[in-house]
């Protein structure tokens, strides 16, 4: 390859192209990276991990409106090697006039899930009728702090319960933008029975059970016939407090899937998958690129003097492309790399302040690699193929 | 003014030029029409839901149904309107429970138990509370051990009573968990009977209508809220779905005043014979500015109408291949007026920004730097 040997290209006028570079790049990073981390901040919703697994309603259109009987979380936890059995129900809620999402839950059995630190007052538990807690960006958010009392008002039933916060945690999930009371609360926003409840959320100990294995178990369980109330054995702890029976079920109308797997079936059901996200967030850059067309343009016709005396001294246009080329590849690695640092900055202090919000849940941003690859690709590519038709222009002029 | 606008818009880079605008305004006006029709789907799916009947009397400073307090005169403006379908009064507060095994802090209504359990649909072993009874919540009564029969004793603010429990109820609400009251009997505790915390009422019809008429009929200290707020949950999320649009849409603002600015240093630079022609003719620096703003300001015009139509009608185009592709998903995407302007305005005021620097500096050219 032959590069030539004196520096022909003008300092200023290559600063404009790189900073279209960045800006394009920063729109593209700023894009892709806000979509995936919606994305991703979606999946990981409920929970991370292979070791969480959720049993839902699959008739349900929302991850938040299925049925499943409350008994079952109980069953689960029987099976050897279920860690953990979380019964929930979540449900959008109002909340000093912000729609919050409120999660009703058996707390000692979340607490096994979600480890959650305590900021400021005391823990939740199952007993503590009238009482909540708050995470800790919504707490900052509403202004909220232990003892304050709090009127939630259905978003989608006709219901007002008012409620004491008894602590403030933070568990670095979305839990963190949520408000946390005993089961039976979210089973009253929701308007159902107490004999049912969204989800169940299990922790399991892979090398002992599978999601199959508790799948089956669910199978015999529904063709088990219901004990007559003569033969009834003595209520579990659950059901001491809470008034719920065994309900019947459709094994064929539940499913049993991992958490992050279950919130991708919804999410795909509405196209919104990883790859769809990508080629949109492309389709943005690619829209842009007719700026980077115009910029490598102007830059070509700004050194027209310059590579007329080269060419008039014998260089060939094909040395003379190379050499733009050769001299560009740098320029737009490092203006793709400064654009993604540009967009991740604006992005973390943007989510510092507790914006943007997706379902009344912070959006958490983190730097993908595949996204950087693909945005220095796309970037690298885009200047060379503009360099090249610029200079073939110029040689027709 | 006609002659050198014409001698500039002939060059090449015009047309490159106005598509360079279109395609980065088409990326705003396309998501910004689905945006559109995902909020307006919300919006309808609201509808559906229904808005709920039920509502609350509350005073206006009050962030509890415990510390608010308003006139059971209020009462009376109810009652006199046809349109409200039943009136429930309350008095809640936190009282100590005392049982036989237990002291506990319980929330306790006061309320005309008759009404109130009409409303509630609800379902009692035993009987409803009359006279010095109570009535408990089956949440509350399994947590405190307590029984159809038992007796106990409330106490609040240094008074108390004791109460027989005449039933267990269950109602799927917040009554779960708190002891139910005769009124009388809580203004044997609470002195202040001209006053109760909520007034809770339904309307039959014309919820909206209704309840402005009853607003303008309120004191300024009492505050209606609705026990159903769907249009909040609805308009929240839209709200944070267009907020995070906007904070997209300023990066794409910043590459339109970047390609404003290099379609102005290209028609500097490809014009330099006619804008140096036009300075030898006597033509003044302010006229060579003005003459590379307005064509800058008329690409970019044309580049946004142009990015408008072309971003509404590929997401059109797109929907109706989802709609081709996923049988049973709709997708109408559209604008809002008021959007095309303010896309339309910033689109101009970027692009202004953006060529004002290569214009002046094409004001500052001499002769000697111009290839003629």
């Known amino acids: 390859m032959k590069i030539i040997g004196f520096n022909y290209l003008q300092k200023q006028h290559f600063l404009t192209l790189t900073i279209i570079l960045i800006l394009a790049s920063a729109l593209f990073s700023i894009t892709a990276l806000g979509f995936i981390s919606i994305y991703r901040s979606l999946n990981n919703y409920l929970g991370e991990g292979e070791n969480i697994i959720t049993i839902y309603d699959r008739k349900s259109r929302t991850p938040f409106t299925g049925l499943v009987p409350t008994y079952l979380a109980e069953r689960i936890n029987s099976i050897n090697g279920v860690l953990a059995s979380s019964p929930e129900v979540v449900m959008p809620c109002i909340v000093k006039g912000k729609s919050i999402f409120l999660r009703g839950v058996v707390p000692d059995e979340l607490y096994q899930l979600n480890p959650l630190t305590i900021l400021e007052g005391e823990t939740l538990q199952l007993n503590d009728t009238n009482s909540a807690m708050v995470g800790k960006s919504l707490s900052n958010e509403l202004n909220l702090v232990p003892n304050d009392k709090i009127i939630v008002l259905g978003a989608l039933s006709e219901q007002y319960i008012e409620l004491e916060i008894k602590g403030i945690y933070e568990s670095n999930t979305a839990l963190d933008d949520e408000v946390i009371a005993p089961l039976y609360v979210g089973q009253w926003l929701r308007k159902t029975d107490y004999g049912h409840v969204t ?92 700026t980077i067309f115009a910029s490598s343009h102007t830059l070509i016709r700004q050194h027209k003097p310059e590579i007329t005396v080269l060419r008039s001294l014998g260089a060939s246009a094909k040395t003379l492309k190379l050499d733009l080329v050769i001299k560009a590849i740098p320029l737009s690695v490092a203006a793709s790399l400064a654009g993604m640092l540009i967009a991740t900055v604006a992005l973390l202090i943007l989510q510092e302040v507790g914006q943007p919000q997706v379902l009344s849940h912070r959006v958490q941003f983190q730097p993908d690699l595949l996204l950087l690859a693909l945005n220095t690709i796309l970037v690298t590519l885009i200047v060379v193929l503009a360099i090249i038709r610029s200079t073939k222009r110029l040689d027709k002029d | 003014m006609i002659l050198p606008l014409k001698a500039l818009f002939r060059k090449g880079g015009t047309v490159p030029a106005i598509l360079a605008i279109a395609l980065l305004v088409a990326i705003l006006a396309s998501i910004a029409s689905v945006v559109n029709h995902v909020n307006s789907q919300t919006e309808n799916l609201s509808k559906l839901r229904g808005t709920g009947e039920t509502f609350l009397l509350m005073s206006n400073n009050s962030t509890s149904m415990t510390n608010s307090k308003v006139s059971t005169q209020l009462i009376q403006i109810l009652n006199e309107n046809d349109d409200v379908k039943y009136i429930l009064p309350q008095k809640i507060f936190t009282a100590t429970m005392i049982t036989a095994s237990n002291n506990l802090t319980v929330l306790v209504t006061g309320v005309n138990t008759i009404t109130f359990f009409q409303v509630r649909h609800t379902y009692v072993n035993g009987s409803f509370a009359n006279g010095m009874q ?39 609400a917040q009554s779960d968990t708190e002891l139910i009251v005769p009124m009388n009997v809580i203004n044997l505790l609470n002195q202040d009977n001209d006053k109760v915390s909520i007034i809770e009422f339904a309307v039959k019809s014309n919820r909206n209508e209704e309840i ?46 970047a390609t404003a600015y290099i379609i102005a240093t290209r028609l500097t630079i490809e014009s330099s014979y006619e804008l140096t022609m036009l300075k030898a003719l006597g033509a003044k620096r302010t006229q060579t500015f003005e003459l590379i703003l307005i064509v800058t300001i008329i690409i970019t015009s044309a580049g946004t109408i142009l990015g408008i139509s072309i971003g509404l009608t590929g997401a059109q185009i797109i929907s109706i291949i989802i709609q081709w592709a996923w049988k049973g998903i709709e997708v109408a995407p559209f604008l809002e007026i008021q959007q095309t302007t303010q896309i339309i305005l910033f689109a101009s005021a970027s692009s202004l920004l953006g060529c004002i620097y290569p214009a002046v500096k094409a004001t500052r050219k001499t002769y000697a730097e111009v290839q003629l």
Do not use: C
């Not at chain 1, 990508?278 to 690619?286: E, N, Q, Y």
């Open chain 1, 199 to 290: 989800l169940i959320r299990v922790k399991i100990d892979r090398s002992k059970v599978s999601p199959s294995q508790i799948y089956e178990t669910l199978v015999q369980e529904a063709e088990t016939p219901t004990p007559s109330p003569s033969n009834e054995t003595k209520p579990s702890p659950l059901q001491q407090m809470i008034p719920f029976s065994r309900a019947t079920y459709t094994p064929e109308n539940l499913g049993v899937k991992e958490t992050q797997e279950f919130m991708k079936t919804y999410l795909d059901r509405y196209g919104m998958t990883r790859e769809t996200l990508l080629i949109l967030s492309a389709a943005v850059f690619i829209f842009a690129t007719a």
């Open chain 2, 134 to 172: 109570a009535n408990v919540g089956e949440i509350l009564a399994r947590i405190a051990s307590i029984h159809k029969g038992d007796r106990i004793t409330i106490t609040s603010e240094d008074k108390e009573v004791t109460l027989e429990i005449a039933g267990i109820i269950q109602t799927r």
């Open chain 2, 212 to 257: 402005s008429h009853l607003s303008e009929l309120l004191p300024a200290d009492v505050k209606i809220v609705a026990t159903q707020q769907t249009q909040t949950l609805v308009q929240d999320l839209n709200n944070q779905t267009l907020y995070f649009l906007s904070l997209w849409s300023i990066p794409v603002y910043i590459v339109v005043v």
